[in-house]
């Protein structure tokens, strides 16, 4: 049969998979001819304004553009605060420095490192406005050495064009991206939260359903949501990036975050608890708890979540009146006690992400701010490792500048410094990264050639120009928004202007040129190189840490005094749980989460203790504890369960809620027994 034959065989099917192929395509096509559109006016503003450097406005403009409108307005944002900084940083040290050419270097070698601190201690954009300050650094600093070196009485003037040229482009883009794109971060992140939020009640419910072993059937799917739970960092940024009222109620975004987490905590103290009951109190129990949860919550369907994502007021009404009901279910036993508040727990803190929802569906609702979690620094030698690389490889490549007197050396120092910090957060991946990105750039410079030594000759028009440009950066940024080879298309984009180097009088300087892409492309190398010598750490290596520091935090928590309220010990876990790389084993997100609920727990039995004349039968336990000694803790928390029962007079059920700690504690140091015996230092 002929082509023409298969072509006419089934018409229809045929016209199907070309308009679905062409549906597929067109966002991608459409961002690329955004990325283009942004340039281009980026490039126009900087001639009409005769800027000497016009390629750092079109630049930013490429560099900031992402397929999300929220994450490239909240990436400009960050950028601009990072331009500041840096154009700051490298005039104060040109006054430290103003005669001595090797304090300069040392000093800018200096603030790479620190910089490259940051990018690893910060997160998200606020990384990104970090790395930036460190190579907006560099890039002025190239410009004020020269081929020669020393330091530019000029170098205010340049920070100062250098930082306008890069504003430029950020707000260019962003007018071309909101102008274009109404963006659905918003609408995205409502929708997940409130899946989310739905398949935890669902299965809470589910759990009370089960019985004994069937229950353990439960455990990777808790740990699989562990994951997509971290993953909403970035879209909460992307959100907040997108709709300026959200950056004002920021801490009840990163609530409803936390609430997921505490939901998740309860459902497993749940589970874990149940598993252990015989059969018939477990039974018996789990029924009670769940004729006190509504029927709205035990029905919660995929369809009934997208609902929820836009009135959630019913169900977060349904979720404050269950856990009313089960916070003064009747007392009657320790186990009881425990199902009733950690469910109760579990659906206030489903109620908590509404409160998310809610703003997210209702920009107009006043929404009470929630209590959030303050986050801390997970583990600092992964940052320091990073410092510790920016700042060798820009000392060396200085070093080696000075030694050979290479040109192109300052422009090799600012694109290595580029990579060595915006790769650093790709962990065990920045290796292969860096090395993508070579690739896009070697390719970059074949395609630059073509464009500035065949094409633009023949241009006279800044229209002309443009087209002839947009040859390169529209089907690269369609490219850039697919998920194949990403890295190498985003070095396509990063690298063109760079290496093109438009002027409003273009020079076709051909040595002029490849000294340029050289520069380039030996500097990302540079990085590789660095990478490769000086690797981040391991993902198993940094899991083992953060649950290893998790731990000795633990410990800590068993002594000194007692802290009013669990938000500093559950702010540090929550950022170890954002910090867990996503190759971690999913026993070692349970046993994250163990330590959590652990923490909480005893926090809460230290106050009762407290309160009731039993510091010292608590302290025996928790000593044992602390000494990673879990079935001592475990039989002396069990002695202090008896004294708690025997107590009369007051408080019952506060000496309740403290058994049902002890419980709860108990079961986890059982269940996790290699891990709360280990040894904490790493």
């Known amino acids: 049969m002929s082509r023409a034959g298969l072509w006419t065989a089934d018409p229809p099917r045929a016209y199907q998979s070309v308009a679905a192929a062409l549906r597929s395509a067109t966002p991608a096509l459409l961002f690329g001819l955004r990325l283009w559109a942004a340039v281009c006016l980026a490039l126009y503003i900087a001639f009409w304004l005769q800027l000497d450097n016009p390629s750092w406005a079109g630049t930013s403009a490429a560099i900031v553009c992402q397929p999300s409108l929220g994450a490239s307005l909240r990436k400009g944002w960050f950028r601009m605060i990072g331009t500041a900084a840096g154009a700051v940083a490298i005039v104060v040290l040109t006054a430290w420095f103003p005669q001595n050419a090797l304090g300069f270097l040392l000093g800018l070698a200096v603030w790479g490192g620190a910089c490259g601190v940051m990018v690893t201690l910060l997160r998200n954009f606020a990384a990104y406005s970090a790395a930036l300050a460190g190579f907006t650094a560099a890039i002025i600093a190239s410009d004020e050495l020269g081929a020669t070196g020393g330091a530019s009485s000029d170098v205010f003037m340049l920070a100062v064009t250098r930082a306008s040229e890069i504003c430029i482009g950020i707000v260019c883009a962003g007018v071309v991206l909101a102008g274009t794109d109404f963006g659905g971060a918003r609408r995205r992140l409502a929708i997940q939260f409130a899946e989310l939020s739905a398949e935890i009640a669902r299965r809470l419910v589910g759990t009370f359903l089960l019985a004994g072993q069937e229950l353990s059937e439960t455990r990777p799917v808790r740990r699989e949501l562990v994951r997509r739970l971290i993953a909403l960092d970035p879209v909460i940024d992307q959100a907040l990036g997108e709709s300026s009222d959200l950056r004002l109620n920021s801490s009840t975004l990163q609530a409803a975050a936390g609430g997921l987490i505490a939901a998740l905590s309860g459902w497993r103290m749940v589970a874990v608890h149940l598993e252990r009951l015989p059969s018939n109190q477990g039974r018996r129990e789990a029924d009670i708890v769940l004729g006190n949860i509504p029927q709205q919550l035990r029905s919660a369907t995929e369809g009934e979540a997208k609902n929820w994502a836009i009135d959630p007021s019913g169900v977060r009404r349904a979720c404050a009146a269950a856990a009313r009901a089960l916070t003064v279910l009747p007392n009657r036993t320790p186990s009881l006690r425990l199902l009733a508040d950690r469910t109760a727990s579990a659906l206030i803190g489903i109620r908590r992400t509404f409160d998310g929802v809610l703003l997210l569906a209702d920009p107009g609702r006043r929404i009470p701010r929630s209590p959030s979690a303050r986050l801390y620094v997970p583990d600092l030698l992964p940052s320091l490792l990073d410092g510790a690389r920016a700042f060798v490889t820009i000392g060396a490549l200085e070093l080696f500048w000075i030694v050979t007197e290479w040109p192109s050396g300052p422009q090799a120092l600012v694109f290595a410094t580029i990579a060595v910090m915006l790769f650093a957060q790709r962990g065990d991946q920045a290796y292969a990264t860096v090395v993508s990105f070579m690739v896009g750039a070697v390719l970059c410079a074949v395609f630059a050639a073509i464009i500035e030594f065949a094409v633009l000759p023949g241009v006279e028009t800044f229209a002309g120009f443009s087209l002839a440009i947009g040859l390169v950066l529209v089907p690269a940024g369609a490219l850039m928004a697919q998920?194949?080879?990403?890295?190498?298309?985003?070095?396509?984009?990063?690298?063109?202007?760079?290496?093109?180097?438009?002027?409003?009088?273009?020079?076709?300087?051909?040595?002029?040129?490849?000294?340029?892409?050289?520069?380039?492309?030996?500097?990302?190398?540079?990085?590789?190189?660095?990478?490769?010598?000086?690797?981040?750490?391991?993902?198993?290596?940094?899991?083992?840490?953060?649950?290893?520091?998790?731990?000795?935090?633990?410990?800590?928590?068993t002594r000194g005094?007692?802290?009013r309220t669990a938000n500093e010990w559950q702010g540090r876990v929550y950022s170890r749980l954002l910090a867990l790389p996503e190759q971690a084993e999913p026993l070692q997100r349970a046993q994250l989460m163990a330590a959590l609920w652990v923490g909480t727990e005893i926090i809460r039995l230290r106050r009762v203790a407290h309160r009731f004349d039993q510091d010292v039968e608590l302290g025996?336990?928790?000593?044992?504890?602390?000494?990673?000694?879990?079935?001592?803790?475990?039989?002396?928390?069990?002695?202090?369960?008896?004294?708690?029962?025997?107590?009369?007079?007051?408080?019952?059920?506060?000496?309740?809620?403290?058994?049902?700690?002890?419980?709860?504690?108990?079961?986890?140091?059982?269940?996790?027994?290699?891990?709360?015996?280990?040894?904490?230092?790493?």
């Open 561 to 563: 005094p007692i802290p």
């Open 483 to 557: 998920p194949w080879q990403t890295v190498i298309f985003v070095a396509l984009t990063a690298n063109f202007l760079p290496m093109l180097a438009p002027t409003n009088q273009m020079s076709y300087d051909t040595q002029k040129f490849y000294n340029t892409a050289l520069a380039i492309v030996a500097g990302v190398g540079v990085a590789a190189l660095a990478f490769r010598l000086l690797p981040p750490l391991s993902p198993a290596l940094r899991s083992r840490r953060l649950l290893a520091l998790t731990l000795r935090d633990l410990r800590r928590v």
């Open 620 to 682: 025996a336990a928790l000593d044992a504890l602390a000494q990673g000694n879990g079935s001592a803790a475990a039989e002396r928390l069990a002695f202090l369960d008896q004294r708690l029962a025997v107590l009369s007079g007051r408080g019952a059920p506060v000496r309740l809620r403290a058994r049902a700690s002890i419980l709860a504690i108990s079961e986890a140091l059982s269940q996790h027994a290699a891990y709360f015996n280990s040894e904490a230092s790493r």
